[in-house]
């Protein structure tokens, strides 16, 4: 079933996040393109606090051309998640589109996320071919190399900011913060499925992005956060259980090697750093294992209110 035909609904969330310099002109672009190519769409900017120019300009703009635009003023930035999140609330349509406040892909391939969905939950946007720098396309394979090995799920190119999602998906999925880019990781949790879709990478994308090391050590610490969420959020014991047992086993390998050489060659231990190191490694481990095991504890006791499953149709016949 096509979107925008009959009565399914699109609705364009736009959060405006970063490199927001050019929003309301490429505004512009998304909403004459996609009002050609989708009978029913509307568009919904999200802008945090740092960009209210951004947010003034567009409402000037759509005050003079009368364009379906419904602006957000966040209070402060809360995060790209969070931006999406209050578009979502606000949205009528049954499929979302996110975007970039910036041009990242050719605007005219956006149909092929629309043809491309189908069946499918989610239809990611996949930059190809890609025009931007060999530094560029590293950290993006090393991301997604990582996000592999620790996931087992694997994204070509999930920084990419074009998608169309289900509502029924966001309704579901919890994110928070900066968590967008792994929407299809927390969605795939919940039994929803998703496709790449291959996008023409815009010509404004090639210029190298180097950011602080800050932004780089946030990313990983947010991907670790999603990691555990994902695969350990029922099972903690089995997370802090697994590191708490070799910390034990070290520990104790440690301490067994400390006593065999006091009782066979009589090496004096009292006084070795290594005694005090072995015994922490010990004591941790042990640690570990008691936080694993609260944390199954309170599994357990709410474990009534938890939703473990996800109904994808239910058939009368």
């Known amino acids: 079933m096509s979107i925008g035909q009959g009565d399914k609904t699109l609705s364009v969330v736009v959060p405006v996040y970063e490199r927001a310099e050019d929003a309301a002109q490429l505004f512009v672009e998304y909403y004459q393109h996609l009002t050609k190519v989708v009978d029913n769409v509307e568009f919904i900017y999200i802008i945090g606090e740092r960009y209210q120019s951004v947010a003034k300009e567009m409402e000037t703009l759509s005050r003079e051309k009368s364009y379906k635009l419904k602006l957000i003023i966040l209070s402060r930035d809360f995060g790209e998640a969070t931006a999406v999140k209050a578009g979502v609330d606000q949205a009528t349509g049954d499929y979302i589109l996110t975007l970039p406040p910036y041009k990242q892909v050719e605007t005219e391939e956006l149909d092929k996320l629309i043809d491309g969905i189908g069946d499918y939950d ?33 994204y070509t190119d999930i920084g990419c900011g074009a998608r169309l999602i289900k509502r029924d998906v966001l309704a579901e999925v919890r994110m928070y913060g900066d968590q967008l880019r792994f929407l299809p990781l927390l969605a795939f949790q919940l039994g929803y499925h998703s496709v790449e879709v291959e996008l023409k990478q815009a010509p404004e994308e090639s210029r190298d992005r180097i950011y602080r090391p800050g932004v780089y050590l946030r990313r990983f610490l947010d991907l670790l956060t999603i990691i555990f969420l994902t695969k350990f959020n029922k099972k903690p014991l089995r997370f802090f259980g697994l590191i708490g047992a070799g910390s034990i086993s070290l520990g104790i390998l440690g301490l067994i090697y400390l006593a065999f050489e006091r009782l066979v060659f009589g ?51």
């Open 122 to 154: 989610l239809a990611i946007g996949k930059r190809w071919p890609r025009l931007d720098s060999q530094k560029n396309r590293f950290q993006t394979r090393l991301f997604n190399s990582i996000l592999y090995r620790l996931s087992g799920q694997k």
């Open 267 to 317: 090496v004096e231990v009292s006084d070795r750093p290594m005694l005090v190191m072995f015994s922490l490694f010990f004591v941790l481990g042990a640690q570990l294992i008691s936080i694993g095991l609260i944390g199954e504890t309170i599994i357990f006791t709410h474990s009534k209110e938890m939703k473990e499953y996800q109904i994808k149709e239910i058939i009368n016949q």
